[in-house]
């Protein structure tokens, strides 16, 4: 069996779906990060079946919680504080995001003014659609 040691102070994302560990990390730049990071990949889950799980070294300012949301709103945050988990959160789709998706619509105003920011508003939770605020362009998930 595996043993990673556990955080003192930090924050672990559980419950992501295995295999997406790496995407997530990826999206949420933690390779630019000076602290630990740890990854585990498709570990045993009596929830899921397989799981990945992320422990990061720090608190919770480190990781864009509407990033975490918009790619699985399933993610549980736990937080550590002198070993302990003293906090759980959950996510929820967010309703607005910016710079975390890029508006694929080649007459929208961003693929010219390349300083404007990328802003989706969530338009349909069920399908979980997100529309560009200049263009109005659907981004599906």
Known sequence: MLNISG????????????GMSTELAKHLGLDKLDCQVAMIRNCKSKKMGKKDIIKIEGGLDVVNLDVLGYFDHNITINIIRDGHIVEKKSLKLPTRLVNVIKCKNPRCITTVERSLPHIFTLTDEATQTYRCLYCEEAANK
């Open 7 to 18: 955080l003192n102070d930090g924050i672990v994302l559980d419950h992501i779906q295995a």
